[in-house]
C-alpha cells in the first residue's frame, strides 16, 4: 500500500549539559574548574529519494528523534557530539509545519534540507573562569532540540505519467520502457500503487486507472490523480481494441477536467495499444481520429520493438526541451 501523507513528529537531539567539576587529586585539594563542554544535539536531515514508497516506513513509525549530545565531564573532558540523523522522502514530497504553517518542497535527491536543529551543548565551569571568579561551581545546561510536527504530502511522482483507463496496457508499456517490474494482468485495477521505472535519468510512472467518477472519489479516486499534476509530459495509453477508444480518451479527460482543469494544458502524446491484434485499416482509421482533435498519435504493441524505441527517443526529447 503506498503511503502518501503521513502526519510525524520530528525532534532533535538535546546538547549535553556543561560540567561544573573541580579539579581534586592526590596533589591539588582545592584545584580550580575543569569542567568541559557538553557536546551538541543531533540535527534532523531529510533527503529527497527517487523511491516513492519511502513514506511507507511512516505508516507505523511517527518520529524522528536524534540522539543528545553527551555531557561534559571532569579534566577538561568534552562531551561527544550526537550523529545527525538523514531520513529520505520521494523527491517531490511537499513538507508543511503544521505550528508554523512553513512549506518545504523536495526538489531534488542529492541535497540534505536541515528540518530540525540539535541544541548547543552547555559551556563547562572552565569557560566561566575570570579573574574576580576563579573558581566557578556552576556550567551552562545543553540547548534543547528543535522540535517540528510535520505533514509529508506526496505530490510529484515522476516526469512522465502513463495514464488511461484499466487494463489500457499501461504497465506493459512500463516494463519495455524502463525495465520496471509492475504487476501486469488482464483486469481492472491489476495496479493499486504507482510503478516508477527510469528512462535514462528520467522517472515515468504508471499511474493506476483512471475510471469515469475519479474526480470525485470513485474507484482509486484523487488519490493518483493529485500524482499528475507535477508531470511533465502524459502518455494517454488507450486500448485500440475497445468498444469506443475515442469515448475512452474523452473519459479521462473529463475527469482531468473537473479535478484540475490545468492537467488538460500538459504536453500528451495518445498512445493507441495492442496494435498488433487489429488490421492496418481499422488502426489508420483511429489513428485519423484522433489526430483531427490536433493530438500527437502513436500506435505501439510491446512486441514492437521499433515503435518503442520511437517512443522512447520522442519522451527523451520533449523532456530534454521542457
Aim: glycine share 14%; with cysteine.
Amino acid at each position: 500500500m503506498l503511503v502518501d501523507s503521513v502526519t510525524i513528529l520530528v525532534k532533535a537531539g538535546d546538547g549535553g549539559d556543561g560540567s561544573a567539576s573541580l579539579l581534586r587529586n592526590a596533589m591539588t585539594s582545592k584545584g580550580g574548574p575543569d569542567g568541559g563542554n557538553g557536546g551538541n544535539g543531533g540535527n534532523v536531515y531529510i533527503q529527497g529519494s527517487h523511491n516513492i514508497t519511502d513514506l511507507s516506513e511512516f505508516r507505523y513509525k511517527k518520529k524522528i528523534i536524534a540522539e543528545g549530545g553527551v555531557d561534559g565531564r571532569g579534566k577538561k573532558l568534552f562531551g561527544k557530539n550526537a550523529v545527525h540523523v538523514t531520513t529520505t522522502v520521494p523527491w517531490g514530497t511537499k513538507i508543511t509545519d503544521l505550528d508554523s504553517g512553513a512549506i518545504i518542497e523536495i526538489g531534488d535527491t542529492t541535497t540534505p534540507i536541515l528540518i530540525a536543529q540539535g541544541g548547543i551543548g552547555g559551556l563547562g565551569n572552565v569557560a566561566f573562569k575570570s579573574a574576580q571568579n576563579q573558581t566557578p561551581r556552576y556550567a551552562q545546561k545543553g540547548g534543547k532540540g528543535q522540535e517540528r510536527h510535520l505533514l509529508l504530502d506526496l505530490r510529484f511522482i515522476a516526469q512522465v505519467g502513463i495514464v488511461g483507463l484499466p487494463n489500457a496496457g499501461k504497465s506493459s508499456l512500463l516494463a519495455v520502457l524502463t525495465q520496471a517490474t509492475p504487476k501486469i494482468g488482464n483486469y481492472p485495477f491489476t495496479t493499486l500503487e504507482p510503478t516508477v521505472g527510469m528512462l535514462g535519468t528520467y522517472a515515468i510512472a504508471d499511474v493506476p486507472g483512471i475510471i469515469e467518477g475519479a474526480s470525485t472519489g470513485r474507484g482509486l479516486g484523487t488519490t493518483f490523480l493529485k500524482h499528475i499534476e507535477k508531470t511533465k509530459v502524459l502518455v494517454h495509453c488507450i486500448d485500440i481494441t475497445s468498444e469506443d477508444p475515442k469515448k475512452a480518451y474523452e473519459t479521462i479527460r473529463r475527469e482531468f477536467e473537473t479535478y484540475n482543469p490545468e492537467l488538460l494544458k500538459k504536453p500528451e502524446i495518445i498512445l493507441l495499444t495492442k496494435a498488433d491484434v487489429v488490421d492496418e485499416k481499422g488502426l489508420q482509421h483511429q489513428i485519423k481520429l484522433f489526430q483531427k482533435l490536433g493530438k500527437t498519435v502513436y500506435s505501439s504493441s510491446i512486441h514492437d520493438t521499433k515503435g518503442i524505441e520511437a517512443l522512447k527517443h520522442v519522451l527523451t526529447t520533449m523532456l530534454s526541451a521542457s
